[in-house]
T-cell receptor
Framework: SQQGEEDPQALSIQEGENATMNCSYKTSINNLQWYRQNSGRGLVHLILIRSNEREKHSGRLRVTLDTSKKSSSLLITASRAADTASYFCATEETSGSRLTFGEGTQLTVNP | ETGVTQTPRHLVMGMTNKKSLKCEQHLGHNAMYWYKQSAKKPLELMFVYSLEERVENNSVPSRFSPECPNSSHLFLHLHTLQPEDSALYLC???????????????FGNGTRLTVT
């Protein structure tokens, strides 16, 4: 069964608005990571949050982690057209297995 | 530039062909990965070379054969593929520390494979 599931599958907003994407997972984790993928390119690591952390910031990105609900959210503030991409969450399970990725959220920021 | 280079960027091959995908990393990482990305599906981990040990995903067909001659280079040899193998094949690398902590993955830009 799938470990990470992003919600929504697709999101379309106007430039300047905030974008929120959610990720749910099933098992205990060491950390949760968010990646971004532009069309036709590889994934780029954005931010990592450990299981003992609740919130982390990096520039316009804010990530939260709720281990009791097994969920995480990625907030992009003051979005730009250049933020248009697919965003994936990935979990590293405590069992030591490799990163497991979700299907991603396709974000479109309209100028 | 991601530090992970994949060639070729695009590949079209018939079902009877034999071809190889190449990946090279200059980040000093000691783990390398092959992922398959198909439309509407999560990224699928195919193979991992970690600390010179190969870990396989048992669901990967034998028509895919990896090779890792050293810590900087990774190949995926392809033979007698099927049309459903058409996908984006991504290589990634990471730094694996002794306590099993794994740094985030660095991905190449992938090879877009089409099997006709």
């Amino acid at each position: 069964s799938q470990q990470g599931e992003e919600d929504p599958q697709a999101l379309s907003i106007q430039e300047g608005e905030n974008a929120t994407m959610n990720c749910s997972y099933k098992t205990s984790i060491n950390n949760l990571q968010w990646y971004r993928q532009n069309s036709g390119r590889g994934l780029v690591h954005l931010i990592l949050i450990r299981s003992n952390e609740r919130e982390k910031h990096s520039g316009r990105l804010r990530v939260t982690l709720d281990t009791s609900k097994k969920s995480s959210s990625l907030l992009i503030t003051a979005s730009r057209a250049a933020d248009t991409a697919s965003y994936f969450c990935a979990t590293e399970e405590t069992s030591g297995s490799r990163l497991t990725f979700g299907e991603g959220t396709q974000l479109t920021v309209n100028p | 530039e991601t530090g992970v280079t994949q060639t070729p960027r695009h590949l079209v091959m018939g079902m009877t062909n034999k071809k190889s995908l190449k990946c090279e990393q200059h980040l000093g990482h000691n783990a390398m990965y092959w992922y398959k990305q198909s439309a509407k599906k999560p990224l699928e981990l195919m193979f991992v070379y970690s600390l010179e040990e190969r870990v396989e995903n048992n669901s990967v067909p034998s028509r895919f054969s990896p090779e890792c001659p050293n810590s900087s280079h990774l190949f995926l040899h392809l033979h007698t593929l099927q049309p459903e193998d058409s996908a984006l094949y991504l290589c990634a690398s990471s730094r694996l520390f002794d306590d099993s902590y794994n740094s985030p993955l660095h991905f190449g830009n992938g090879t877009r494979l089409t099997v006709t």
